[in-house]
């Protein structure tokens, strides 16, 4: 099993920044991806970024050039940096990790608003 803990949502204006980050624990594999989804109410759980376990990422073209995923594997841990946030970014946001299982943590909110 593996247990995903999110952290670093919370409530921003329009244009502002946050960092969020998602610490993996339990039985971690050497090899695996991470990344992040988001829900937004009344629609579908949708990827925002994902990051192998060398480092290759991948963006939604909603959040290219704005968001920025990292991951330290000593930490076991995978970040989102979210910047020029819009209010259509808010969101519940959720970690994934993914061997050849795969996991998903409890989710932080984010809500861009004025």
């Known amino acids: 099993q593996v247990q995903l803990v999110e952290s670093g949502g919370g409530l921003v204006q329009p244009g502002g920044s946050l960092r969020l980050s998602c610490v993996a624990s339990?039985?971690?594999?050497?090899?695996?991806?991470m990344g992040w989804y988001r829900q937004a109410p009344g629609k579908q759980r949708e990827s925002v970024a994902t990051?192998?376990?060398?480092?290759?990422?991948n963006y939604a073209d909603s959040v290219r050039g704005r968001f920025t995923i990292s991951r330290d594997n000593a930490k076991n841990t995978v970040y989102l940096q979210i910047n020029s946030l819009k209010p259509e970014d808010t969101a519940v946001y959720y970690c994934?990790?993914?061997?050849?299982?795969?996991?998903w943590g409890q989710g932080t909110q984010v809500t861009v608003s004025s």
């Open positions: 994934n990790y993914a061997d050849y299982l795969s996991y």
């Open positions: 339990g039985r971690i594999f050497r090899i695996y991806n």
């Open positions: 990051i192998t376990s060398g480092g290759s990422t």
